[in-house]
Nanobody, 125 residues
Framework: VQLQASGGGLVQAGGSLRLSCAAS????????FAWFRQAPGKERELVAA????????YYTEAVKGRFTASKDNARNTVYLQMNSLKPEDTAVYYC???????????????????WGQGTLVTVSS
């Protein structure tokens, strides 16, 4: 499985960005998707996740109400709509997938299987 993340950039506080993660490879329907981020000097953290079907999502507390994950199965693409951005959202954002059973709880636990290259989001104050 290959993941190509895009959509990062420089935005002012309060602005919006939409990240995309285009996936290619076999059996994509078996994977739950997630977005992680890593800010300078900080550990990587889980930001959002979306289930295999796209019907269930998870958000870390810091982004609830501002970020929305969605999935376009026809395009094999997952999106992260980020609104009301704050300077503390500045980070490299990574798309990742985990092969899970259909009833796997959210967010997916354990090691993820494939990672994209990351896209930089910079929010200026």
């Amino acid at each position: 499985v290959q993941l190509q993340a895009s959509g990062g950039g420089l935005v002012q506080a309060g602005g919006s960005l939409r990240l995309s993660c285009a996936a290619s490879g076999p059996s994509l329907s078996r994977y739950a998707f997630a977005w992680f981020r890593q800010a300078p000097g900080k550990e990587r953290e889980l930001v959002a996740a979306i289930s295999r079907s796209g019907g269930s999502t998870y958000y870390t507390e810091a982004v609830k109400g501002r970020f929305t994950a969605s999935k376009d199965n026809a395009r094999n693409t997952v999106y992260l709509q980020m609104n009301s951005l704050k300077p503390e959202d500045t980070a490299v954002y990574y798309c990742t997938v985990k092969n899970v059973i259909l009833t796997h709880p959210m967010p997916p636990q354990g090691e993820y299987d494939y990672w994209g290259q990351g896209t930089l989001v910079t929010v200026s104050s």
